[in-house]
């Protein structure tokens, strides 16, 4: 399974970005998707996720209410709508993929993802 974002680049606080991850490659097994950053000098983490149907999503509350996921199962894609983005959210974002024998609740912890992206960069800045 590969995994591709894009849609980074500045933009100004209180602003919005839609990132976008393009999944692809088949292995038979369910995939819940995960979004996590790493801003600078930090740890990555992990801060919300969306299950392999669509039907269940989960956020961190850092980010409840400003951002929001989505996927598209026909383009094998995945969203993440950022909204009033503040320069807290500066950092590198990266798709994840967490795979699955059966469906079940989506997950946001590193260690149960299995496929990743490179990374795209998003900077917070006026």
């Known amino acids: 399974l590969q995994l591709v974002e894009s849609g980074g680049g500045l933009v100004q606080p209180g602003g919005s970005l839609r990132l976008s991850c393009k999944v692809s490659?088949?292995?038979?097994?369910?995939?819940?998707i995960a979004w996590f950053r790493q801003a600078p000098g930090k740890e990555r983490e992990g801060f919300l996720c969306?299950?392999?149907?669509?039907?269940?999503?989960r956020y961190a509350d850092s980010v409840k209410g400003r951002f929001r996921v989505s996927r598209d199962n026909v383009e094998n894609m995945v969203y993440l709508q950022m909204n009033r983005l503040s320069p807290e959210d500066t950092a590198v974002y990266y798709c994840?993929?967490?795979?699955?024998?059966?469906?079940?609740?989506?997950?946001?912890?590193?260690?149960?993802?299995?496929?990743w992206g490179k990374g795209t960069q998003v900077t917070v800045s006026s």
């Open positions: 994840a993929a967490e795979s699955r024998s059966y469906p079940g609740t989506c997950s946001w912890l590193q260690t149960d993802m299995t496929y």
């Open positions: 490659g088949f292995t038979g097994n369910y995939h819940n």
């Open positions: 969306v299950s392999d149907s669509g039907g269940n999503t």
